[in-house]
């Protein structure tokens, strides 16, 4: 049993900031792979970054750069810091959880994860 509660979403201006923050809760296991992911209103879910339990990080090419993920074993926590916030970043923002071992490439596909937060919203205004 997996359980992600994400937190930290709101409205900002253009360039600003804000860090997301996901609390995992997990039976037994050490979760593999953790992602954030996005969908703005109308639109296909993405990729926006994912860490694996080794530390490898990889990022969509439209936040590279701008955002950082990170997570805290300890606190059992996912964080993403998203800087120089642009409005085409507004979007529902989640995290994702899936124990499995899978490329970097596959890590940013919303299809390979099984395990899902509620969602936090994010909106960034002109």
């Known amino acids: 049993q997996v359980q992600l509660v994400e937190s930290g979403g709101g409205s900002v201006q253009a360039g600003g900031s804000l860090r997301l923050s996901c609390a995992v809760s997990?039976?037994?296991?050490?979760?593999?792979?953790m992602g954030w992911f996005r969908q703005p209103p109308g639109k296909e879910r993405e990729g926006v970054a994912a860490i694996n339990s080794m530390g490898v990080i990889t990022y969509a090419d439209s936040v590279n750069g701008r955002f950082t993920i990170s997570r805290d074993s300890a606190k059992n926590t996912l964080y993403l810091q998203m800087n120089s916030l642009k409005p085409e970043d507004t979007a529902m923002y989640y995290c994702?959880?899936?124990?499995?071992?899978?490329?970097?490439?596959?890590?940013?596909?919303?299809?390979?994860?099984?395990?899902w937060g509620q969602g936090t919203q994010v909106t960034v205004s002109s």
């Open positions: 994702a959880a899936e124990w499995g071992t899978m490329s970097s490439v596959r890590a940013l596909k919303y299809y390979e994860y099984r395990y």
């Open positions: 997990a039976d037994g296991y050490s979760i593999y792979w």
